[in-house]
């Protein structure tokens, strides 16, 4: 229990790290969120739990696909909000995209014989 307590406090101060940053210098703040951290703890917390290299190697390349889907929101979350749209529409709306574009991605990928 102590040990799931940890990973989430570490995982939430690397949240909380990222938005003081890029309260002081929003590019800075994208840079360090741009960084895979919680992907590299994740790694590193599932060889520590399982020590099984083809899990790690599958979510590794399960991580790569399911990245794609969600850069068009850090393009269209912007291009709402300075044509005026609301935060919480434009958010939404932009969830809503990255949504339909995770299930376009896994079915697409599905006929490449990639299975996520």
Known sequence: MLYAVAKALLSG???M???????????LG???????????????????DTGDGERIAAH????F????????????LPALLRG??????SLGLSCL???ALYLATVWI????????
Do not use: D, H, Q
Request: hydrophobic share 60%; glycine share 4%.
């Open 65 to 76: 696909w399911y990245v794609l889907p969600t850069l068009p929101m850090f393009l269209v």
């Open 109 to 116: 990928a599905a006929k490449f014989g990639v299975r996520l």
């Open 60 to 63: 590794a390349e399960a991580t």
């Open 17 to 27: 790290a990222v938005s003081e940053i890029a309260k002081r210098n929003p590019s």
């Open 13 to 15: 101060v690397i949240i």
């Open 30 to 48: 994208a840079l360090v969120v741009s960084l895979p951290l919680i992907s590299i703890l994740a790694i590193i917390w599932l060889w520590n």
């Open 84 to 89: 005026g749209t609301g935060f919480w529409p």
């Open 97 to 99: 995209l990255t949504f």
